[in-house]
């Protein structure tokens, strides 16, 4: 990890002085007049001050771009739409019953700090090479302009010096809380916000990700106010396949990504829909284990309902997205979340068919049948993207000629991995 005075010289540095010694003497540096001011503004860098945050940000856990104690996470958020940023932030929700607190805003000046640590290790190992500053997204000029008139303190210079934004969770009344627990929070609030606004929170893998080298800026979607915070516990993997659907503007990437929520749970749902229903029958009055047609008969029930795969053991997947589809959604919920993703949707997929893979339609009102017809639906598209064998031409998609009828097909299967996460999770 960076030294002291290696990062007290990287701070310097980005604000405009080079070459300072290595002692504690206290740095006062002067930005340069900004058009519209009367004087130049300066600003000191207290040693004292520097070296308390340095010590304590040194002590605390971190693990790649997440920095931890044993009360406070923080991560950082690829969030570029400076309007939005300015109009909607900062976002606080606050779960006053279990004690956590949920904000996306300018990151603290611990984790800011934390975060040019990082920078100045990347730049220590490129060392035999010429070493540059990643570029930050607010640099000098905008400093100048924003302390121009305020106090100039670590805690203001820093978040701003940075530039990006990042989640920050508080616990109360905990003695000590890990980092698994704060992951699970963390995917707890990304899902909600991604599912209550419709846009992609996502994070920075590293801190070259963050800060490239190559000057290549980010381009994320913008957010919205979120104020309730998360009072469920989701399945982190999922959520990730959510995320990633959210995070692409590429309809065969959403739909496959969607898909994946989906087949997370099939071996799970599967395998439980068999063993209850194999209990149902060895223990049903009629079933005899001296009767060798029913012993015959429970074998074949096994065989006709595994139809085995003999390297996976995985039953058929047909028949497991629509066991999963009947663990987890309700159709009543299920048409009112697409209506609201597109009231165009329940008509058309009522009335057309998937052409690119002769999907059926779905009869809302076919009780017994609409869960057979939405798994239909869903695997049959689904196989035309992933097979795309020249013998089968009516069966295959296209990209970019059927891209637009695939995109038709985003609400169901975005509602439908929506309806499985939230109803495969636990209440906190």
């Known amino acids: 990890m960076a030294t002291f005075y290696e990062v007290k010289q990287l701070i310097c540095r980005l604000l405009g002085r080079r070459n300072i010694d290595d002692n504690d003497d206290d740095i006062t540096l002067e930005l340069r007049l900004y058009r519209g001011e009367q004087e130049n503004k300066q600003i000191t860098i207290f040693n004292d001050e520097l070296l308390e945050l340095y010590n304590k940000v040194s002590n605390m856990k971190y693990n790649g771009l997440e920095l931890y104690s044993d009360e406070t996470y923080e991560m950082a958020l690829d969030i570029d739409y400076f309007t939005i940023r300015d109009q909607e932030f900062p976002l606080i929700s606050d779960d006053n019953i279990n004690g956590i607190s949920y904000e996306v805003s300018y990151p603290t000046v611990e984790y ?13 190992q490129q060392q035999g090479h010429r070493s540059r500053i990643p570029p930050m997204r607010l640099r000098r000029r905008p400093l100048e302009r924003d302390f121009s008139n305020g106090e100039s303190t670590l805690e203001t210079i820093l978040p701003k010096m940075i530039g990006e934004f990042s989640l920050k969770i508080k616990v109360k009344n905990r003695i000590y809380t890990s980092l698994n627990v704060f ?3 963390k995917t707890a609030f990304v899902f909600e916000f991604m599912y209550r606004t419709g846009n992609a929170l996502v994070e920075f893998l590293d801190i070259l990700d ?13 957010e919205t106010q979120m104020d309730i915070p998360p009072l469920r516990k989701y399945t982190e993997d999922v959520v990730d396949y959510y995320k990633q659907a959210l995070a692409s503007n590429d309809p065969y990437i959403k739909y496959i990504s969607f898909y994946h929520v989906m087949e997370y749970f099939y071996d799970e749902v599967f395998k439980r829909k068999m063993v209850t229903d194999l209990k149902n029958k060895i223990t049903h009055p009629d079933f005899s284990y001296k009767d060798e047609d029913k012993i015959y008969e429970i074998a074949m029930f096994v065989k006709n309902r595994l139809r085995m795969n003999d390297e996976t ?30 009231p165009n949707a329940l008509n058309y997929y009522q009335n057309k068919k998937v052409a690119f893979c002769n999907a059926p339609v779905i009869g809302w009102l076919d009780s017994e049948g609409v869960f057979t017809q939405i798994a239909k639906r869903i695997y049959f598209t689904r196989n035309s993207l992933v097979h795309s064998k020249s013998g089968k031409n009516k069966e295959r998609y296209r990209p970019y000629q059927d891209e637009k009828q695939l995109q038709l097909e985003i609400p169901l299967v975005k509602a439908v991995a929506e309806a499985i996460i939230i109803n495969s999770s636990e209440i906190v």
């Open 183 to 185: 992951t699970r929070m």
């Open 313 to 342: 053991g995985q039953g058929n997947e047909l028949e497991s997205l629509k066991y999963v589809l009947k663990e987890y959604v309700s159709i009543d919920d299920l048409k009112a979340r697409i209506s609201t993703i597109d």
């Open 210 to 222: 963050m800060f490239p080298m190559n000057n290549i800026m980010h381009s994320r979607s913008s």
């Open 112 to 124: 800011s700090l934390y975060l040019l640590m990082l920078i100045k290790d990347v730049m220590n």
